[in-house]
């Protein structure tokens, strides 16, 4: 069974810093990892979708990569801002469905 | 820009009574998933379904769940005799295709609460 494992469970940082949030996954027979947002007591918003052939996407300033055979992804913030906050969530299926199986998240806090 | 969307957005109900969440998945999307989030814990897949019939569960979409395409529209999810433990949030989701690079996006989600 694929096994997601997110660190840190929570950060803090100051606004304008640059951030990498670290993903890892037991089952590297993965088709897709995407990255997800989510606000308190809200729902999950995509923010980047990696496919198993991919090394990385970008979508502004988010960047995330994926090193399939090492069973790791990386999401990398450019310059925080305080909205920035939330949950982060890291899910990978794996080669016995689309299924996504998710980590606990990284709660993220950008200070002003 | 085309949403899931899900109702009720919060539902209270006794122990042992039956619920019934609703999702309207993005219009052309063929792939319907239920995922659940029990307070603090992890986001865990429970079904998807495609051309009404269930394409994956996982060990926990046991006999008191079920799902169903009632129309061109909306996709449920149908808890016979609610437990205490059945108390999480509910996410709907939805792709175009069950594929490489297709990303799944998710509803806001149904607060269910089990007195």
């Known amino acids: 069974k694929q096994e997601v494992t997110q660190i840190p469970a929570a950060l803090s940082v100051p606004e304008g810093e640059n951030l990498v949030l670290n993903c890892s996954f037991t089952?590297?027979?993965?088709?897709?990892l995407q990255w997800f947002r989510q606000d308190p007591g809200k729902g999950l918003t995509s923010l980047l979708l990696?496919?198993?052939?991919?090394r990385e996407q970008t979508s502004g300033r988010l960047n995330a990569s994926l090193d399939k055979s090492s069973g790791r992804s990386t999401l990398y913030i450019a310059a925080s801002q305080p909205g920035d906050s939330a949950t982060y969530l890291c899910?990978?299926?794996?080669?016995?469905?689309?299924?996504?199986?998710f980590g606990k998240g990284t709660s993220l806090l950008v200070t002003p | 820009e085309p949403e899931v969307t899900q109702t009720p957005s919060h539902q209270v109900t006794q122990m042992g009574q039956e619920v019934i969440l609703r999702c309207v998945p993005i219009?052309?999307?063929?792939?319907f998933y239920w995922y659940r989030q029990i307070l603090g814990q992890k986001v865990e897949f429970l079904v998807s379904?495609?051309?009404?019939?269930?394409?994956?569960k996982s060990e926990i979409f046991d006999d008191q769940f079920s799902v169903e395409r009632p129309d061109g529209s909306n996709f449920t999810l149908k808890i016979r005799s609610t437990k205490l433990e059945d108390s999480a949030m509910y996410f709907c989701?939805?792709?175009?295709?069950?594929?490489?690079?297709?990303?799944?996006?998710f509803g806001p989600g149904t607060r269910l609460l089990v007195l």
């Open positions: 219009s052309n999307h063929l792939y």
């Open positions: 089952d590297s027979a993965i088709y897709n």
């Open positions: 379904f495609y051309n009404n019939e269930i394409s994956e």
């Open positions: 990696i496919q198993s052939s991919q």
């Open positions: 989701a939805s792709t175009l295709l069950m594929a490489v690079g297709e990303t799944q996006y």
């Open positions: 899910a990978a299926d794996s080669n016995s469905g689309y299924a996504l199986n």
